[in-house]
């Protein structure tokens, strides 16, 4: 994985972080986590987009952070298990999958650094 794929899948680790903050935060530090995962999300979702498409470097993300956002509420916060949305997950992950392969590198790598 190139450091640019890398980025994207930061980002969205931050993405699932600062939704569940949204939801969940009550006081001064929970929102200070939640605004700094923010801020740390689309920095890097800036860089990313900087190097390759960006429609392709957004799909990834929203499909990321969507997945890990939906099975964070399963996991840590009860949230019904059904197969259904499990299903629906698969196919999401399997159309961003899909759009990582295509995406070609735009030789830029190690530009930023």
Not at 28 to 45: N, R
Not at 59 to 84: C, H, K, M, Q, Y
Not at 95 to 113: N, P, Q
């Amino acid at each position: 994985m190139n450091s640019n794929w890398m980025k994207v899948f930061i980002a969205a680790i931050f993405e699932v972080a600062w939704v569940i903050g949204l939801k969940h935060a009550d006081g001064f530090l929970e929102w200070a986590g939640t605004v700094l995962a923010i801020a740390v999300s689309f920095y890097f979702l800036i860089l990313a987009g900087r190097n390759m498409p960006v429609g392709t470097v957004y799909a990834v993300f929203v499909g990321l952070g969507t997945a890990g956002t939906v099975l964070s509420d399963i996991v840590l916060f009860g949230e019904p298990f059904r197969a259904e949305k499990i299903l629906l997950i698969a196919i999401l992950l399997a159309g961003v999958i899909g759009l990582k392969l295509v995406t070609g590198d735009s030789g830029k790598e190690g530009a930023e650094s």
